[in-house]
């Protein structure tokens, strides 16, 4: 899907989010822990808005000490309106231009947001996996949908996240004591696996080193 084709009302954007969904393939195929893993953020300029700018950040580590190989930036206006459940059509061009510019391509691509625990099972990291084909997941600060048990207080303790009936993602401890993230499967890669690369990818904090490095560098790419 081009910039020029992107949709630009409410009732479009959803018709995009049901065509694609379709091609959610969660088969997981991948190495358990593969070389690299990317991480992907946005700043906002300001309080949302239609005019905001945007800066997206993606930054590539080393699965293995998540050593920076890696990092692009890029600035843009917002060419969605500000929508719960439509943010993907707000952050993907500028992250997409950003993925466009690394030298190496990514093996999994660790998003700021959700997967299949979305309203319509086709959140940013689906929608990334579909249209990189990329491996993608999602990592969630906060819960965007559905209801869980709370998860015992020991890091890698976990608990279903689940919606309408529907397991839709992993309520993980990273450490111990600390608030739980919100994992969930993208595209190219299964929950069970999601949670253990997130886990890899906190050795010392609640969020995995992918999403703070991107926060880091798109807030940097602001100033």
Known sequence: MHIEDWPSTIGDALAVQERLRE???????????????????????SVYDDADGIA???????????????E????????????????????????????ERLDRAPDVLVCDGHGLAHPRRFG??????VLTGLPAFGVGKTRFVGSHDAPAASRGSSAPLVDAGEEVGAVLR?????????????????????????????????????TRQADRLSRAALR
Do not use: M, N, W
């Open 23 to 45: 091609q959610v393939d969660l088969t997981d195929d991948g190495p358990e822990l593969p070389p690299t893993v990317t991480g992907l953020d946005v700043a906002y300029d």
């Open 56 to 70: 997206a950040a993606v930054v590539t580590l080393e699965t293995a000490g998540l050593t920076v190989v890696e």
């Open 72 to 99: 692009r930036t890029y600035r843009a206006k917002a060419v969605f309106p500000y929508e719960p459940g439509l943010f993907a059509f707000r952050e993907l061009p500028p992250l997409l231009t950003a993925l």
């Open 124 to 129: 940013l990291a689906c929608h990334l996996g």
């Open 174 to 210: 990273t450490q111990d004591g600390v608030k739980p993230v919100y994992v969930s499967a993208g595209h190219r890669i299964g929950l069970a696996h999601a949670c253990r690369l997130t886990l890899a990818l906190t050795p010392r904090y609640r969020l995995p080193e992918t």
